[in-house]
């Protein structure tokens, strides 16, 4: 009878429908098989542990192939978008794509670290694709650098998004003219202007609509080939996850 009642419970916490339920029974016997099994979890709680185990393990399963699944039909999106920037190896054999807002904390955080990774392994290819969520100023930074990538190129491109990631201040107007000016863009008036453009809109609206396919609602994200790392994750966690997309 024990093993009835266990088994029983087991499969109520679980989600799968019991023997038990499948026999027909009278209100009566059901509610006293109802209060024994209750009288069983309470009495030997290690079986609720093993339920919710088993539970997580399931749930782990079912958000690994969904987003396995997410990612294969948005590959195309994902890994070869016109519109974003490639940095690092361009021919490498594993592709990172990062979804950053210039006023993250945590994709400051993992700046320095990604960096390190590309430039230790040498065979990743790189794709930041602009992501602002955290209000105007991210929004205002990202406008700025796709102009800055649709008008003066990608070489300019990369030094203005090192330059945004790595500043402390507010992000305004005045500063992001001065950086124009620091690296001497050949038309800064252009840049500035197509900031609001549809161009430079159509971006942004890309990459946010392919968020939400991906079911990406925080900064930093990324797609490790096909691992998907939602939040920051240090260098060595990093290292590990390419060694294992690697492996195959």
Same mark, same amino acid.
């Given at each position: 009878?024990?093993?009835?009642?266990?088994?029983?419970?087991?499969?109520?916490?679980?989600?799968?429908?019991?023997?038990?339920? /499948?026999?027909?029974?009278?209100?009566?016997?059901?509610?006293?098989?109802?209060?024994?099994?209750?009288?069983?979890?309470?009495?030997?709680?290690?079986?609720?542990?093993?339920?919710?185990?088993?539970?997580?393990?399931?749930?782990?399963?079912? $958000?690994?192939?969904?987003?396995?699944?997410?990612?294969?039909?948005? $590959?195309?999106?994902?890994?070869?978008?016109?519109?974003?920037?490639?940095?690092?190896?361009?021919?490498?054999?594993?592709?990172?794509?990062?979804?950053?807002? #210039?006023?993250?904390? #945590?994709?400051?955080?993992?700046?320095?670290?990604?960096?390190?990774?590309?430039?230790?392994?040498?065979?990743?290819?790189?794709?930041?694709?602009?992501?602002?969520?955290?209000?105007? /100023?991210?929004?205002?930074?990202?406008?700025?650098?796709?102009?800055?990538? /649709?008008?003066? *190129?990608?070489?300019? #491109?990369?030094?203005?998004? !090192? $330059?945004?990631?790595?500043?402390?201040? !507010?992000?305004?107007?005045?500063?992001?003219?001065?950086? $124009?000016? !620091?690296?001497?863009?050949?038309?800064?008036?252009?840049?500035?202007?197509?900031?609001?453009? !549809?161009?430079?809109?159509?971006?942004?609206?890309?990459?946010?609509?392919?968020? *939400?396919?991906?079911?990406?609602?925080?900064?930093?994200?990324?797609?490790?080939?096909?691992?998907?790392?939602?939040?920051?994750?240090?260098?060595?966690?990093?290292?590990?996850?390419?060694?294992?997309?690697?492996?195959?």
């Amino acid at each position: 009878m024990n093993r009835l009642i266990a088994t029983t419970a087991l499969a109520m916490l679980v989600g799968t429908t019991p023997l038990a339920s /499948q026999t027909v029974m009278t209100d009566d016997e059901r509610s006293a098989f109802r209060a024994e099994v209750r009288s069983y979890l309470l009495e030997n709680p290690e079986v609720l542990m093993e339920a919710i185990a088993v539970l997580e393990q399931r749930r782990a399963e079912s $958000a690994a192939v969904s987003e396995e699944t997410l990612l294969q039909v948005n $590959a195309d999106d994902i890994f070869n978008d016109p519109a974003s920037w490639v940095g690092g190896n361009p021919d490498g054999d594993i592709t990172i794509v990062e979804f950053m807002d #210039y006023r993250c904390g #945590y994709c400051k955080k993992a700046y320095s670290e990604v960096n390190e990774l590309l430039s230790s392994d040498g065979n990743i290819r790189f794709i930041v694709k602009e992501f602002p969520i955290l209000g105007e /100023q991210s929004d205002l930074a990202s406008r700025f650098a796709i102009s800055v990538l /649709q008008t003066e *190129g990608a070489e300019t #491109y990369a030094k203005t998004h !090192d $330059a945004l990631m790595t500043m402390r201040n !507010d992000v305004t107007p005045e500063v992001l003219a001065r950086i $124009a000016a !620091d690296f001497g863009f050949s038309d800064t008036a252009a840049v500035m202007a197509r900031m609001t453009s !549809d161009e430079v809109s159509a971006v942004i609206d890309a990459n946010q609509a392919l968020a *939400g396919r991906l079911q990406i609602t925080g900064t930093p994200t990324f797609v490790v080939q096909g691992t998907m790392l939602r939040g920051y994750v240090p260098l060595d966690g990093m290292r590990k996850v390419v060694a294992a997309e690697r492996e195959g």
